[in-house]
């Protein structure tokens, strides 16, 4: 039986037209999305895609999908990604769990349209059960979280393998718990104007639209 991710990824296949140049983002959905879609080029499906994390492009090149380099002039005609919690009522998300975000927000923003794929456990009232990933430079990492706190939030440093987690981009991700999130955007303001944050998990105005997996199957929300 299809996994709640493989019923999403699949339905969202459908949205990718042959000829175009797509972005892809990564989490374990996504993963889902580059197998299938590895099996539709094997098919003929002439794609070209940009990955938002080397997780991606790795799996993306075994799967045999053709990637291209970030593009400078030229937009994707959709981005797919996945997410850890969407906001339905003014489609605000939160993303980072896997440590991606400022190279998603990046590949997101190079999009004509930016699909969410999500089992419906990610569908929430209000964002903030999930601790906001916020990448920060490694320099002076403290002195930033101190300023996270003044901003209300408990800032917990990722860890990897050995030692913390290091980003695609060499930097440090804090995961900051503040609590429910009632102004998306506002708390996003304000982090971005602290010294030392890079971005916010909080994708504020940019999703087009969300699948959404079920129980009872999978259901397209437009914005
Ligand atoms: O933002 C992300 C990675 O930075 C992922 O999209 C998010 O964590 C969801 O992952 P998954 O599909 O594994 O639940």
Same mark, same amino acid.
């Given at each position: 039986m299809k996994s709640q991710k493989q019923q999403a990824a699949e339905e969202t296949l459908k949205l990718v037209k042959d000829g175009t140049?797509? !972005? +892809?983002?990564?989490?374990?959905?996504?993963?889902?999305f580059i197998v299938l879609l590895g099996e539709a080029v094997k098919d003929g499906l002439q794609i070209q895609a940009v990955t938002a994390s080397q997780q991606s492009k790795r799996l993306a090149k075994q799967h !045999? +999908?053709?990637?291209?380099?970030?593009?400078?002039?030229e937009k994707l005609s959709i981005v797919i990604d996945g997410a850890d919690e969407v906001e339905l009522s003014s489609f605000q998300a939160l993303k980072g769990g896997g440590g991606s975000l400022v190279r998603e927000k990046l590949v997101a923003a190079a999009g004509e349209t930016f699909v969410l794929m999500v089992d419906e456990h990610k569908i929430v009232q209000q964002l903030g059960h999930f601790t906001l990933p916020v990448e920060v430079i490694p320099f002076g990492w403290q002195k930033t979280a101190e300023r996270i706190k003044q901003l209300g939030g408990k800032p917990q440093m990722r860890k990897g393998e050995e030692g913390f987690f290091i980003s695609d981009n060499h930097n440090y991700i804090l995961d900051c718990d503040f609590g429910l999130i009632k102004d998306p955007n506002a708390l996003h303001q304000s982090l971005k104007q602290l010294v030392g944050v890079v971005e916010t998990g909080l994708f504020i105005d940019m999703v087009d639209g969300v699948y959404v997996a079920g129980g009872t199957g999978v259901r397209y929300i437009q914005r």
């Open positions: 140049k797509i !972005g +892809i983002g990564s989490g374990s959905t996504v993963n889902e !045999g +999908i053709p990637i291209i380099d970030f593009p400078e002039h």
